[in-house]
């Protein structure tokens, strides 16, 4: 099974242990230490989902818990997971995934056809519209919830186990990235006791997605080498696989901890998750931030991606998700990513919105042969089921 997309070296995933899965009732290859979103596109499959209301084409536009669009129905029966988003689960050898609010099949959703009507469909159009006569209201309620909605709810009961614990801190860090384990890091030095919280499964944040350095030495030996002086710390304890989902009165935190979805649902035993009820003297929220989308005509199309996305997707999963790429940027951040792309050998167009300026970003990609447009900007992508 080709992976059309993967790069011959790279990333952090083991490519000694190959995994199948199955999404769309087709099968696929990827590496343990991808993501379903990392194995699909190294497979060349950026179409995954539809719209919630017009059905129009959707694909994976980050690579973190903030995608907007590539969410599916993972498992089936009992392990089931409605609305799951691809950049989060974890891919282990029989996974199998479908696309959500898509029938008979993702490519000929026969609801599709919204998008033609979409100028008599405004938002809220059908509590005016389907009002009268009264009584007919549930009928069009039923189909209307069925045409809006999206992953289905699980119909055979959960036989997994959850459970819940409680743990009190002197310092709660929320984030595994650079500042989250350097705050970490101090505080235990100190004295204090520490809880440090993740969701990915190996720490490092933005640090897993990038070549740069600190204190002279590679990053990621510098996470290393703290995450090592961590563990051996008796009072610092870290939660990976784990979510800080609520901030409650007086620096109480509830964290889901994920004990067992990363593996494969035949060897799942124990504990599901983890409720975790922690109360901190001191919180510390090391989150990092999310690149935010530029604002043009179909850019929800298939194939339109953060930058920041593309560049974890070569370094971290070792994977290329194109090879004639456009880089629209209105800072110096789309150049880094437009060096990671080339380096790849991308073609690479970089759109920039603002007037030519200098910086180190910008030299290197004109030296690597990026072609640059400044004072442009985009105003739409083309494409039916992806840009084109």
């Keep these: 099974m080709s992976q059309k997309n993967r790069l011959g070296a790279g990333g952090r995933i083991n490519r000694a242990i190959p995994l199948t899965f199955t999404f769309n009732g087709r099968t696929y290859q990827g590496y343990q230490g991808d993501t379903l979103a990392s194995a699909l596109l190294a497979n060349d499959v950026h179409f995954v989902a539809r719209s919630f209301k017009y059905h129009r084409p959707r694909g994976i536009v980050t690579a973190d818990v903030a995608e907007p669009n590539a969410v599916v129905q ?33 490519e000929h959703d026969r609801l599709a056809r919204n998008q033609k009507f979409s100028r008599f469909l405004p938002a809220g159009f059908y509590y005016k519209t389907f009002m009268w006569p009264r009584k007919f209201w549930p009928k069009y309620e039923e189909k209307i919830r069925e045409a809006a909605g999206l992953g289905k709810s699980p119909e055979v009961r959960d036989g997994d186990r959850y459970d819940k614990c409680f743990a009190h801190c002197d310092v709660l860090v929320v984030g595994g990235g650079p500042t989250g384990l350097l705050a970490a890091h ?26 740069t350095e600190i204190d ?17 710390m008796p009072d610092v304890k870290i939660l990976s696989r784990s979510t800080a989902f609520g901030y409650q009165d007086h620096n109480l935190v509830t964290i889901t901890q994920r004990l067992t979805e990363h593996l494969p649902v ?50 971290r999963y070792g994977v290329l998700p194109g090879r004639k790429v456009v880089v629209f940027a209105n800072n110096d951040a789309g150049y880094r990513c437009a060096l990671d792309l080339k380096t790849c050998g991308a073609e690479v167009t970089v759109v920039d919105s603002r007037a030519q300026g200098k910086g180190a970003l910008q030299d290197a990609a004109r030296r690597q042969g990026v072609k640059i447009m400044n004072n442009a900007a985009i105003m739409a992508a083309n494409g039916k089921l992806r840009v084109n």
């Design 186 to 211: 101090t505080a235990g030095l100190a004295g204090a006791r520490v809880i440090l919280v993740d969701d990915q499964r190996e720490l490092g944040g933005s640090l897993l997605s990038c070549k």
């Design 216 to 232: 002279g030495r590679p990053a990621i030996q510098w996470v290393e080498k703290i995450e090592a002086e961590l563990a051996a």
């Design 266 to 315: 035949s060897t799942r035993k124990g504990t599901r998750e983890l409720l975790w009820k922690v109360r901190a003297k001191r919180v510390i929220l090391a989150t990092g931030a999310h690149e935010r989308p530029i604002v043009f005509g179909n850019n929800d199309l298939p194939g339109v991606m953060m930058a920041s996305a593309v560049s974890t997707y070569i370094h």
């Design 74 to 106: 993972l498992e089936r029966g009992a392990y089931t997971v409605p609305n799951a988003r691809s950049t989060e689960i974890e891919l282990y050898q029989g996974l199998v995934a479908t696309s959500v609010n898509a029938e008979p099949s993702l």
